[in-house]
Nanobody
């Protein structure tokens, strides 16, 4: 199971940090992604990280503003979001699978999502 937290309301230019905790797994050999869905839009790939944490990948719209990281011992993946803009408003989901794919849908297990709203 995956549980996201850290969403909420932020002002334009502000920051939030999302967390995704994986439970019920005996291994740590999985890759994790953050994927978002804004109202009326399709899901969008945001970022992903390999199970070692050595390789990271970002969608074009968040490069240079968002940073994905993971704490293997805590089975937790983070998404640090800086310079937030209204267009970042969406439900943010974490998802896992064995290997990274740059895809907004092709992930095996999903969390319930956490709402991020960017507004003044």
């Amino acid at each position: 199971q995956l549980a996201e937290s850290g969403g909420g309301l932020a002002q334009p230019g502000g920051s939030l940090r999302l967390s995704c905790v994986a439970s019920g797994r005996s291994d740590r050999m999985y890759s994790t992604a953050w994927i978002r869905q804004a109202p009326g839009k399709e899901r969008e790939f945001v970022a992903a990280i390999s199970f070692t944490g050595e390789n990271t990948y970002y969608g074009d719209s968040v490069k240079g503003r968002f940073t994905i990281s993971r704490d293997i011992a805590k089975a937790t993946t983070y998404l640090q979001m800086n310079s937030l803009q209204p267009e970042d408003t969406a439900i943010y989901y974490c998802a896992v699978r064995k290997t990274v794919v740059i895809s907004a849908t092709n992930w095996d297990t999903w969390g319930q999502g956490t709402q991020v709203t960017v507004s003044s």
